[in-house]
């Protein structure tokens, strides 16, 4: 039989749509790869270097944002044919376009090095004339400016991958400030575009919206290019805004231009906001398509970036669980997380090869002024040879200089080689904790979990095999009913039957409770669920005392779980007023359990020393009536939440309070903590605009307290 007739006429209708909705993109890129077929023809034919760079700068421009490597491969091409006639400004020109590719290919160090020899191009005046052609008709300073002025924006986008907020802003207003000298009005609009995503991502939506909308001015006046980035932007701003009806309209606006302009690449984001927009509304079948459409965008242009894809997969699974097809959603889910993983191992060893080349160019950057510091003192040494004349005075100064010339080169070789060896040893230790940290998280949960499920299911196996007796004795009771029956006693067959009714009755009862024991055990499996998933990043209305309760419980039965002699009170004291509050309910309760398991073990280790002093009867320092106890208490003041995690161990010395909050850094014995708890929790609260706080006393107990600003739901 033939394979599409197997198919589910469900699948087959999913299949239908998405080929009909891949119909203009396949037509478009069949469009760009006759004319890039041309192109290719056209260059194998052309008989000067000055066709040929024009040639590839127009095939580079088809594949700019559908085919990096292909872009890639032909900028490299011009570059060699540049560097070859001694054309200095078109190889700045050129070298703005690869470190736009690389760093889009996360190849951050090759993209900061092509980046910055093109900056020292571009910045020397000599440099203006060398050139094939005006990539502008603007004149040759204000062309080699435009040139800078896109190199400075490239270096924008770089460093804040890098989220170096200082380095970023600098870059941006550098290259705003050039493009208006030049006069520029499409590079100014792009840089608007992209400042004002800056900004979006800085909660400024106010300027953002600002700077948009004069980009928008621009591109309108000056033809379709960019239009869609502008239009994507201002429906993001009105999406954080709350404006659904204005942020879906935009977004249509940009996926329309980015159609037109087959921008893969950008159309996939497009798709990937109005996926969200959608999930956020509880949308099923709108989040759905738009979230297959992103994917089918992706895959169509070939995607390789592990972080795109990451975050169609996680868009799929969301949209699936929103419409509560849990198997599809568990299969995208695990796609999102591989994903995931992999787009970080790449951005790690990408950030370590950035360090490298930045650690290069200070290099450099020293050499220089070393090499400025000798050209001095051989003027010095000149000068005193003029005066002087003595031929042996300056053979000891020349001799003493390449002295110290050789010591300091071999310092500075073995500080390389030091370095080079310290982010070795440091990207692996890191990963190990990382995954240390993750791993002891994983088995408290797993424990609590564990255990909240048991008590339930003691239940159901118990009551169950009570059922199975019961509907033994009925059976048996019947039985003696219906042959007392067929003997013609009736009074000792009513009887009997009497018993069965009564046994069915108890049987009904018993499977009640089966049935209610099992729905608590499936209550606490979805309620886990919710809160082990990863986390979004998107605020949800939650109930802040149900979440620290159950992390509370977790943990507890976590630690019993490991240690069976473990023991402790455990105290709540919350604030009904509070209500639901917006947060990010999965990192809030990682901060809730990781303050929480703390707090035990603090207590616990409090214990193991005063049962330490009992044994060694030591009657001054025995605190027989020691009790270890944890207090969780939430309350509401000034439109501010306190959440409150208080122990009475050991407390923290005043002489390591000020390192707590530091990476890596724990008090813990080897194998037992990663020292990143504390410094993940610090960084999470800072996220939701909040605060961690801690006041302790030795000997007394510690209380870490989160102050969460009030976003009601």
Not at 465 to 483: K, P, R
Not at 522 to 528: D, E, F, L, R, S
Not at 534 to 549: F, Q, Y
Not at 688 to 710: A, D, N, Q
Request: hydrophobic content about 40%; charged content about 25%; aromatic content about 8%.
């Amino acid at each position: 039989m033939n394979t599409i007739n197997n198919i589910h006429p469900y699948m087959k209708k999913i299949l239908s749509i998405l080929l009909i909705g891949l119909l203009p993109f396949i037509a478009n890129a069949q469009t760009n790869k006759n004319t890039a077929d041309s192109l290719k023809q056209a260059l194998r034919m052309a008989t000067s270097d000055s066709t040929r760079i024009k040639i590839i700068s127009d095939v580079y421009w088809i594949y700019r944002e559908s085919n990096r490597d292909s872009a890639l491969s032909y900028i490299q091409k011009g570059l060699l044919i540049a560097e070859k006639n001694n054309k200095s400004l078109t190889v700045a020109w050129i070298l703005a376009f690869k470190g736009y590719q690389l760093y889009h290919l996360g190849k951050y160090g090759e993209s900061l090095q092509c980046l910055l020899r093109g900056v020292k191009i571009a910045e020397n005046p000599a440099n203006e004339n060398k050139i094939f052609e005006l990539p502008k008709d603007l004149g040759f300073k204000k062309n080699r400016l435009t040139v800078l002025a896109q190199l400075h924006l490239t270096l924008a986008f770089l460093m804040n991958s890098m989220q170096d907020t200082a380095q970023t802003m600098f870059h941006f207003e550098e290259s705003k400030r050039i493009a208006e000298e030049a006069g520029d009005d499409v590079l100014l609009a792009s840089v608007n575009v992209n400042l004002g995503n800056f900004f979006i991502d800085l909660g400024k939506l106010d300027s953002a919206l600002l700077l948009e909308r004069a980009a928008l001015a621009i591109y309108q006046k000056n033809g379709m290019k960019g239009l869609g980035s502008a239009y994507r932007r201002i429906a993001m701003i009105y999406q954080k805004q709350g404006d659904i009806k204005k942020a879906v309209e935009n977004s249509n606006v940009a996926i329309y231009w980015y159609k037109k302009q087959n921008n893969q690449s950008s159309l996939a984001e497009a798709y990937s906001l109005l996926t969200s927009i959608y999930q956020n509304e509880k949308s099923k079948d709108s989040s759905l398509y738009y979230a297959r459409k992103q994917l089918a965008v992706l895959k169509l242009a070939e995607s390789k970036d592990m972080e795109d894809m990451g975050a169609a997969y996680s868009n799929l699974y969301k949209s699936f669980e929103l419409n509560g097809n849990i198997d599809s959603a568990y299969i995208y889910k695990g796609l999102a997380l591989q994903a995931t993983e992999k787009a970080l191992e790449d951005k790690v060893l990408n950030l370590v090869a950035f360090q490298k080349e930045a650690f290069k160019e200070k290099e450099q950057l020293q050499l220089l002024e070393q090499e400025k510091i000798e050209t001095k003192n051989k003027l010095r040494t000149y000068a005193l040879f003029s005066v002087l004349g003595a031929f042996l005075v300056i053979g000891f100064f020349l001799y003493r200089n390449n002295q110290q010339k050789q010591k300091a080169n071999l310092v500075l070789q073995e500080q390389k080689e030091k370095v080079e060896r310290t982010l070795t040893e440091l990207k692996s230790t890191q990963s190990q904790l990382i995954q240390s940290e993750k791993m002891a998280s994983l088995g408290e949960l797993t424990a609590g979990i564990a255990h909240e499920i048991q008590n339930p299911l003691n239940f159901v196996n118990n009551f169950s095999e009570v059922s199975a007796e019961l509907v033994d004795e009925m059976n048996e009771e019947i039985a003696t009913g219906n042959t007392q029956l067929s003997n013609g006693n009736l009074d000792k067959a009513a009887a009997n039957l009497q018993n069965a009714t009564e046994i069915a009755n108890d049987l009904k009862q018993n499977l009640e409770k089966i049935n209610h024991h099992g729905k608590r055990a499936g209550a606490i499996v979805t309620g886990m669920l919710q809160h082990s998933r990863s986390s979004s990043g998107v605020k949800e209305p939650t109930n802040i005392n149900a979440l620290a309760d159950e992390y509370l419980r977790l943990a507890y039965h976590g630690l019993r779980a490991k240690d069976k002699e473990f023991n402790a009170t455990m105290k709540t004291d919350f604030d009904e007023s509070i209500g639901n509050i917006n947060i990010i309910p999965q990192d809030i309760g990682r901060v809730i359990l990781n303050l929480i398991t703390n707090a035990f073990y603090a207590c616990t280790e409090r214990m193991r020393s005063v049962l330490n002093e009992n044994m060694l009867r030591d009657a001054q320092h025995v605190n027989q009536g020691y009790v270890p106890t944890v207090s969780v208490i939430t309350k509401k003041e000034n439109n501010k939440i306190f959440i409150s995690v208080k122990d009475n161990g050991n407390g923290i010395p005043q002489k390591i309070l000020d390192k707590i909050f530091q990476p890596f850094f724990t008090t813990k014995p080897t194998g037992q903590g990663t020292g990143l708890g504390l410094s993940l929790s610090y960084d999470i609260v800072k996220v939701h605009g909040g605060e961690l706080k801690v006041e302790t006393k030795e000997g007394e107990g510690s209380t870490f307290e989160i102050i969460l600003p009030i976003t009601n739901a």
